[in-house]
């Protein structure tokens, strides 16, 4: 593979801010104090979805109803981490900023990487559920923060706003776009295993309306796992113009390559002995370094137009394009069934005795495109004593799939000592192209919504969405005939889905909410991170989708404006779930499985000095009905009992500060069956920073006690764990040239 070469490119990031950074402030201090005071009072027209923060705390997010809506006023629980937090705990990635989202487990995907496993919420998988600036965002990416501005999850089904999925719920990043605020601004990080680590981030005025920015990464870094290294560029440009106009436009584009390794995580000590994890360090790697790789590179491109018909009437169309490329070549690995002897495995084989099998046999290309086009006109009428935000919004999108395959030959097996295995052997393998899984969906949507405000004390919202959902998918052969059982099958679903919750507020520091939403998992549902990209078979083309609801009961109380805190009651439930007849041997949608749970947040400055980002949640789960009698009466797998955070920053004057936190979750079954807990763990990080108003010092120190702990397992199978971090720092400097 070829290296990236992160000399150049710190050179040239550092050379265009210090040339600009003299610029800025020139231009900054010549403006009379007028002009700066008449240029600060423009009301801005937001760019994307972007939630207004204070500190750790979000007041206000346009994201759970396409309005630019307090906190308070959104029935539906929320966890938003701002960027002082990102910062704060040294989070490079949308699994590091996650950490301080309870309910959430993962487990690895086909394509094995570091940073892109898939998620699991409240028990429900949520790769399909991920969404940049509220659009869908369907690549197989390593998702870095390095251009993202928040990360929110928003809790239950949402299809009203995000359409078809969302079980568990949605992830969101929000992008950093030009604004008015002056920045130039250059980072450097090094970490403990030899992360490199440079970023930018450069934002100018232009004119009174108008501004631009440039957002930057380069990265060559070695990882916590032996031999795999994770090099990355990206750039994310953005200019808008028509600032505090009628009229404004956004143009954005987001560009990031990764080259990295795959990586299936380690193998448990299997049946025999339980499945326990493997009593190995957490950097040990499994697979085959001189063959395992992934590389990523992906397109997105952002135009938006604002326009203001008056006070009440608001225009906004959003078209987006992404292009997402991946290549992989992945080695499996696992226990093996005889040890060194050729004896069967059993509880008594002495663990120095055990081999690890790895098959290098996984391959796959990817080359995915999307087009979307959100159009949202939101209308602010009176009737009577009631006050209403109607959204009215109509989404088109296509998405296309092309994923090919390949087929390895001769000897793509090997074996290694399980307690030491060696990433260096060698092999002697063919490669030759296999099947394709090209996937073709289109997409048609309406939404209605309405906020209404009944008096200061009664709010409701209600809202419908029609959504027509057609795919098609095929597997074809290297000659590009269709195979045996590759179809084509093709889909079309009319689904319509809704949301109701009505919110008390008996005092402007209190509020209270119940709420009910629901949406649908179509049989034709892009699986992003399958290996045949979609879920569309001969068992399920003519099946419905399956149907998904959420009942929640919340509150929010906002302590002198500086602390608020955040509580929930709920039910996620996959009420028609599908499920093979055990009679009959047909998918029918008999089936169902729920979460029940608590979720309570606090959030804010305990002192002016002091702030803090806790969360928590208690989830129950269970398999109602599976028509399989090992998992009915199960617990779901990725659902703890127990789960939680806690990050904590206290400013000691003169620059120094210091913090720290912990992040925790008792055990979690592996798969539905119950057949291989996940270890509860508590992991505390700590960080202390000199921050100085042009720059800032700060050192991170992951897992202090260098505590041993995985994230989950492999796809709802006992047999593998992937490894969280061992203890470990990072170092950043941060230099601000205005």
Known sequence: MAQFNRTPLAAAVALAFTAAAPALAQSSADKPATDQAAQASLPEVKATAEPVTDGFRTIETPSATRTETPLRDIPQFINIVPQSVIESQGATSLQSALRNVPGITYTAPEGGTLNAQVIWLRGFPA??????????????????????????????????????????????????????????????SFGTFGEKRVTGDLNIQTSDSSALRIVALGEKSDTSIDTVHNDQIGVAPSFRFGIGRDTSVLLGFYYLKTESMTSFGQPNLGAAFGYQPPPVSLETYYGLSNYDFTDWETYIGTVQIDHRFNDALTLRNTTRWANYQRQMEATIPSLAAKDVNNQPVTAATPLERLIANRSHNKARDNDDEVIINQTDLVWRPVTGSVRHTVLTSLELAWEDLDRQNYVFGNTFTSTTPYLAPNPWSTLNFTKVPGTTAPVETDTVAIVLQDQLEFSPQWKALLGVRWERFEAEAKTLNPDGTVTATGGPFSRTDNMVSGRAGLIWQPADWQSYYISWGNSYNPSGELGVYGGTATNLNAANELLDPEENASYELGAQWDINQQMQIRGAIFRNAKEKARMTDPLLGTVTLDGERRVDGLELSAVGRLTPNWELYANGAYMSGEIVKSGNPLTEGKVPLGVPRLSGSMWTVYRLGQGWEVGGGFFASSYFWMDDQNRGKNPGYARWDATVAYVQPVYDVRLNVFNIGDKKYYLGGYQGNPTRVLPGIPLSAMLTFRYRFI
């Open 127 to 188: 790769g399909g559920d991920l969404f940049r600036d509220g659009i869908r965002d369907i690549g197989e990416y390593n998702r870095d923060l390095f251009a993202t501005e928040t990360v929110e999850v928003l809790k239950g089904p949402a299809a009203l706003i995000f359409g078809r999925g969302s079980t568990g719920g949605v992830i969101n990043q929000t992008s950093k776009f030009a604004d008015f605020v002056p920045r130039a601004e250059v980072g450097l």
